[in-house]
């Protein structure tokens, strides 16, 4: 410490100058390195995950919607189905529907599958093919036969001009509905 002391009163003014200005450029390069870098690195990461963070909830917020839309949808499909009568088919509502609109002698075929399941239901389909009717008798079809009451909607749809006779269209109509698992019926094909 004595040589310290003794090297420091031997160097001139403009020496201690130079010695004091490199201490205190050291101590301020020390500073910024292991306090202000650490300190805005720190900063910078956990700005980053806030944002990841801000962008997870945002998604959650997201789903929990999309959920609750579905359990309502799931809810009012569960209703309806407990209000259908016990021997409902989609083919005879169907049948039904057709009639009520006026369109069941333009039906050229239609046929029932078994779609996929979805949890405790089955999807059941029906392919309708239909010919030589109106826009009108189609929208009338379509009026009656597409019920969220009874848990019957369109799935698919495709509609042309027919070949011979221009005026009219031929539509095929792909129907759908769920039943419980299990007590879907068998495919059958239809008129």
Same mark, same amino acid.
């Given at each position: 410490k004595a040589d310290m002391r003794n090297l420091w009163s031997k160097l001139g003014k403009r020496e201690r100058m130079f010695v004091a200005g490199g201490? #205190?450029?050291? #101590?301020?390069?020390?500073?910024v390195q292991f306090a202000l870098v650490p300190f805005f690195q720190e900063k910078k990461r956990v700005t980053s995950a806030l944002d990841r963070q801000d962008k997870v909830l945002k998604e959650m917020i997201a789903f929990s919607r999309e959920?609750? @839309?579905?359990? $309502?949808?799931? $809810?009012?499909?569960? #209703?309806?189905? $407990? %209000? %259908? &009568? &016990?021997?409902?088919?989609?083919? @005879?509502?169907?049948?039904q529907k057709s009639r009520q609109a006026g369109? %069941?002698?333009?039906?050229k075929s239609m046929n029932a599958t078994k779609g996929a399941a979805a949890g405790a239901y089955e999807e059941t389909l029906v392919d309708i093919r239909l010919e030589k009717l109106t826009l009108r008798q189609l929208v009338e079809f379509l009026y009656h036969a597409d019920s969220p009451e009874d848990a019957v909607g369109v799935k698919k749809i495709a509609v042309n001009k027919n070949k011979e006779s221009p005026e009219y269209l031929t539509a095929q109509v792909q129907m759908v509905t769920y039943q419980p698992a299990g007590a879907a019926a068998r495919p059958a094909k239809g008129p």
């Open positions: 201490v #205190g450029l050291l #101590g301020l390069i020390v500073l959920y609750e @839309s579905l359990k $309502e949808d799931t $809810e009012m499909m569960k #209703g309806a189905l $407990e %209000r %259908r &009568p &016990p021997d409902f088919t989609l083919m @005879s509502f169907l049948e369109v %069941r002698q333009n039906i």
